[in-house]
């Protein structure tokens, strides 16, 4: 019975994550493929929660589905038409490509079976206990992950902070409208050159 | 639980379909969500592992949320590239974009 509701549950998931991979890479119309990577990410916002980590459940599903999955329809509405339907959607790699998919898959399928676990791998388990990492603090809890965040993996919580800044000034400098052609080396520069230098650099 | 194989298998299959999607597509948008397919896939590896033989280690966890970060940024930034080709070109097909310099 336990096991039943647990390969229940698995189904449920592996079936949403992968259906919607496969509708993803499928589709022809590129709008309905973002759409279809709702199950995905939902799916796998599903497996964490199977797997005990909720913070990281509520991360995919604000910041996969709520972020990644908005900008990628948005940049699919803005750039409309750009391949229509009727028209191949893939390049002519598609056959050998689906080759070495599987070729990859049967690689790290047999990697992962035949590789000695700490525990066999292909066992039903039952729950597996969670401990405490930090002494008082039990390993799913929020503070947990913030304490480890914060004090053994500072240095990347910074990096990474640091990153999504660069990138979001990067994001804002590369999809501005530019309003001439030497827009590229610099506007700044460009509009405090006299007009005979502006010329110049527009050619 | 179910057994781990189970999950890395999914996680294995996701990752091929990710890849199949970045390779194929002929879109320059949906070749980046095969990016995020293969992140998402990487993730679940992650936590996975931490979850069966790591259950005391939070370095997964850290892992996991430095990768999503990651691929916040990497969304943005990729899809603003695309905006711009496409003002440039007209099109977002990879095929016809040959040009590293409008």
């Known amino acids: 019975m336990h096991t039943i509701l647990h390969a229940t549950v698995f189904g449920v998931l592996a079936l949403a994550t992968l259906g919607g991979a496969v509708k993803v890479i499928s589709t022809r119309s590129i709008i309905h493929a973002a759409f279809w990577l709702f199950p995905v990410f939902a799916g796998i916002a599903g497996f964490y929660l199977y797997l005990d980590a909720q913070f990281l459940a509520a991360m995919q599903v604000l910041i996969y589905i709520g972020a990644i999955l908005v900008l990628i329809v948005f940049a699919v509405t803005l750039t409309r038409n750009a391949t229509s339907t009727d028209e191949a959607q893939t390049n002519g790699l598609f056959i050998p490509v689906l080759l070495a998919a599987l070729v990859l898959v049967y690689a790290l399928g047999t990697t992962v079976f035949n590789h000695l676990w700490p525990i066999e791998s292909n066992v039903w388990l039952d729950a597996v206990p969670l401990s405490a990492a930090v002494p008082g603090v039990m390993v799913t809890d929020v503070s947990a992950l913030g304490l480890v965040l914060l004090s053994q993996y500072l240095l990347p919580f910074e990096i990474a902070s640091v990153l999504l800044?660069?990138?979001?000034?990067?994001?804002?400098?590369?999809?501005?409208?530019?309003?001439?052609?030497?827009?590229?080396?610099?506007?700044?520069?460009?509009?405090?050159?006299?007009?005979?230098?502006?010329?110049?650099?527009?050619? | 639980m179910v057994p781990f194989a189970w999950i890395i298998l999914v996680s294995i299959l996701l990752f091929a379909l990710g890849a199949i999607a970045l390779i194929t597509r002929r879109n320059a948008v949906a070749a980046l969500m095969g990016v995020e397919l293969m992140l998402n896939a990487a993730n679940l590896n992650f936590v996975a592992a931490w979850r069966y033989y790591y259950p005391d280690h939070l370095d997964a966890q850290v892992a996991v949320l430095l990768v999503i970060t990651i691929a916040a940024?990497?969304?943005?930034?990729?899809?603003?590239?695309?905006?711009?080709?496409?003002?440039?070109?007209?099109?977002?097909?990879?095929d016809q974009i040959r040009l590293m310099r409008g």
């Open chain 2, 73 to 94: 940024a990497e969304a943005a930034v990729g899809l603003a590239i695309i905006l711009n080709l496409y003002r440039r070109f007209g099109t977002v097909d990879l």
């Open chain 1, 165 to 203: 800044l660069a990138a979001m000034v990067g994001a804002i400098v590369l999809a501005r409208k530019e309003r001439t052609p030497a827009a590229t080396a610099g506007v700044a520069a460009v509009e405090a050159a006299p007009a005979d230098v502006r010329e110049l650099s527009n050619v």
